[in-house]
Antibody, heavy 118, light 112 residues
């Protein structure tokens, strides 16, 4: 079964760091585009970052320089390292398999909640 | 302010047809990029509903259809059912921004 399972969310103080994980099963992370998308409480979806199969990475302006997307091929897992966290980073974070321009994000995880608060 | 503009809400009675618009510009939808639609039921993760402007993934009822013209796209739902009550998001790509992926602000569908 094709599945994504996120973990690593929690309550963190402003300025702190957190690493989210997204474990994949049923397909190979490194062979696909993989994205992180977040949703602040009561708000819409916001794209955060993508890593292409070739390794190129891109970030939303709101997280550039603070967040880093990566993957561990041996663990078939996607990561999002989040540093210098701000209150506005509070959201549910979803990982998704991104099939690219013509096919969209076809597999989503259940989400993990990040709360940035003192 | 989202790059793609959707109405905040739409509503319809069971059995009716509703449409949700997604308006972009010449740097995203108008540039030829495909539009995808996602359905998010309350308390759940988004689900791909329409890909490549008008294609349905396996398992999505044919009551859902998508179209694209110029700088806009639309999602149509016919034979509205109570279980269709959800948030709907369009998504595309943009060549003018430093970020490659853009979402609409989302539309809340209420089944009356």
């Amino acid at each position: 079964e094709v599945q994504l399972v996120e973990s690593g969310g929690g309550l963190i103080q402003p300025g702190g760091s957190l690493r989210l994980s997204c474990a994949a099963s049923g397909f190979t992370v490194s062979s696909n585009y993989m994205s992180w998308v977040r949703q602040a409480p009561g708000k819409g979806l916001e794209w955060v970052s993508v890593i292409y199969s070739g390794g190129s990475t891109y970030y939303a302006d709101s997280v550039k320089g603070r967040f880093t997307i990566s993957r561990d091929n041996s663990k078939n897992t996607l990561y999002l390292q989040m540093n210098s966290l701000r209150a506005e980073d509070t959201a549910v974070y979803y990982c998704a398999r991104d099939q690219g321009f013509h096919y969209g994000m076809d597999v989503w995880g259940q989400g993990t909640t990040v709360t940035v608060s003192s | 302010q989202s790059v793609l503009t959707q109405p905040p809400s739409v509503s319809g009675a069971p059995g009716q047809r509703v449409t949700i618009s997604c308006t972009g510009s010449s740097s995203n939808i108008g540039a030829g990029y495909d539009v995808h639609w996602y359905q998010q039921l309350p308390g759940t993760a988004p689900k791909l509903l329409i890909y490549g402007n008008s294609n349905r993934p396996s398992g999505v009822p044919d009551r859902f259809s998508g179209s694209k013209s110029g700088t806009s796209a639309s999602l149509a739902i016919t034979g509205l059912q109570a279980e269709d009550e959800a948030d709907y998001y369009c998504q595309s790509y943009d060549s003018s921004l430093s970020v490659p992926v853009v979402f609409g602000g989302g539309t809340k569908l209420t089944v009356l």
